[in-house]
């Protein structure tokens, strides 16, 4: 079946990494995403990473894929207070008859000072 | 750059009530889909579009209805509300799934269901 799995709630302190992690079931995937919610607001891409990668770093980002265990992380550097906000990690899917994007259940990230 | 236009952000039913939630978009993107986002359930999937004329049920399809008539428009209709549809539902676009595409997402629309 199709899921994807994070943990709810990560609290970490101002200046400090954070890494959120996401499990996923479909080895089909191709694409894994991670998206970033604030309050009010809708999804935004943050970054992506095709599924014959193993890191991909941008800026303050780093997203690990371990392809073998179905395991994504996201690690943010330096975190700051402008980066509490909740994260999804996607997956993008294609079967014989259809193609989807799944959701985690999202991750709240909130910076302690 | 409207990018992706849901409406209305608000709205209260009453049990039995139907209303259609609009979204369009101007990327001429293929795929749309709707999501509804309940507290510590995420985001799931209602129904998805792969093209005019072209949709297909999610994760939660029952309750909910959709067309696709034109690439711009993806309407998502309630046919009966009922209080378990109360959430904040969500419109995406991409331009396909097929490669690196970024999913962009309306604003929302918070619906309550009393």
């Known amino acids: 079946g199709e899921d994807v799995e994070q943990s709810l709630f990560l609290s970490v302190r101002e200046g400090d990494s954070s890494v959120i992690n996401c499990t996923y079931t479909?080895?089909?995937?191709?694409?894994l995403y991670w998206y970033k919610q604030e309050p009010g607001a809708g999804l935004q891409l943050l970054t992506y990473?095709?599924?014959?990668?193993d890191m991909k770093q941008d800026q303050r980002l780093t997203v690990l894929l371990n392809k073998k265990d179905k395991h994504l992380s996201l690690r943010i550097a330096d975190t700051q207070t402008g980066d509490s906000a909740i994260y999804f990690c996607?997956?993008?899917?294609?079967?014989?008859?259809?193609?989807?994007?799944?959701f985690g259940s999202g991750t709240r990230l909130s910076i302690r000072p | 750059n409207a990018g992706v236009t849901q409406t209305p952000k608000f709205q209260v039913l009453k049990t039995g009530q139907s209303m259609t939630l609009q979204c369009a978009q101007d990327?001429?993107?293929?795929?749309m889909s709707w999501y509804r986002q309940d507290p510590g359930m995420g985001l799931r999937l209602i129904h998805y579009s792969v093209g005019a004329g072209i949709t297909d049920q999610g994760e939660v399809p029952n309750g909910y209805n959709v067309s696709r008539s034109t690439t711009e428009d993806f309407p998502l209709r309630l046919l009966s509300a009922a209080p378990s549809q109360t959430s904040v539902y969500f419109c995406?676009?991409?331009?396909?799934?097929?490669?690196?595409?970024?999913?962009?997402f309306g604003q929302g629309t918070r619906l309550t269901v009393v």
């Open positions: 990473i095709f599924s014959n990668m």
């Open positions: 990327m001429n993107h293929e795929y």
């Open positions: 479909d080895s089909s995937s191709t694409y």
């Open positions: 996607a997956e993008s899917m294609r079967n014989s008859s259809a193609s989807k994007i799944i």
């Open positions: 995406a676009s991409s331009y396909s799934l097929t490669g690196n595409t970024e999913a962009f």
